[in-house]
């Protein structure tokens, strides 16, 4: 079975500077990886995935992850954060042979002026 | 990109009534779709997995008979709350993969508020 940990709950950073939240995982099979943003009283939005391509992974608004797979992680991170990435940010594995998805508890950004 | 929508955005009723949910994959067919809750500043929790045509699949601690799943077709599936309590009370969130495209493309849930 899969799962997903997050390492920290809340993570602070001054705006200009760079981000990283953490992500481990635990999977059976070949996993697939995602990040999702969720900005306060709205949906889920992608930022990006992993699927077994090219292990560094580009998304939107600047984000990246690397996935490595001896350690088991698929961090986060942007080097430079603007205030609008002041969110509540999901780390989610899933394995393809049954497409379930399993979230992490999730990170609280905050962007200090 | 593919859109999943919910229905109703938001729901208020009384304890003991119950309440349904719709989730629809609007440019795409999908026999399977998840339905998760999220408590106020919590993560999301998978409750069950719908499928089309046949019954659904619960997590475990999640009552089958209170939370009931029909997924009548390839873009609908519903999730109804029998007899809801004040607990019940949650942000019901929905979720359609697209196999191809690996990626699940999830809905922009419905709050429910039990009184």
């Known amino acids: 079975a899969q799962s997903v940990t997050q390492l920290d709950s809340h993570v602070s950073v001054s705006e200009g500077t760079p981000v990283l939240l953490r992500c481990n995982y635990s999977?059976?099979?070949?996993?697939?990886l995602f990040w999702y943003v969720q900005h306060p009283n709205k949906g889920l939005q992608l930022l990006l995935k992993y699927t077994s391509a090219a292990t560094l992974v580009k998304g939107i608004n600047g984000f990246e992850a690397e996935f490595k797979k001896s350690e088991t992680s698929f961090h986060l991170t942007k080097p430079s954060a603007h205030m609008s990435d002041a969110a509540e940010y999901f780390c989610?594995?899933?394995?393809?042979?049954?497409?379930?998805?399993?979230f992490g508890k999730g990170t609280r950004l905050h962007i200090l002026p | 990109g593919a859109v999943v929508s919910q229905h109703p955005s938001w729901v208020i009723c009384k304890s003991g009534t119950s309440v349904k949910i719709e989730c629809r994959s609007l440019d795409f067919q999908a026999t399977t779709m998840f339905w998760y809750r999220q408590f106020p500043k919590q993560s999301l929790m998978l409750m069950a997995t719908?499928?089309?045509?046949?019954?659904?699949?619960?997590e475990q601690g999640v009552e089958k008979d209170k939370f009931l799943i029909n997924h009548a077709s390839l873009t609908l599936s519903t999730l109804t709350v029998t007899s809801a309590h004040p607990e019940d009370s949650s942000f019901y969130i929905c979720s359609a993969p697209d196999l191809g495209a690996y990626e699940q493309y999830f809905g922009p849930g419905t709050r429910l508020t039990v009184t």
């Open positions: 719908s499928n089309e045509g046949s019954k659904a699949t619960y």
């Open positions: 999977s059976s099979y070949s996993p697939s």
């Open positions: 989610v594995v899933s394995e393809t042979h049954d497409d379930k998805i399993i």
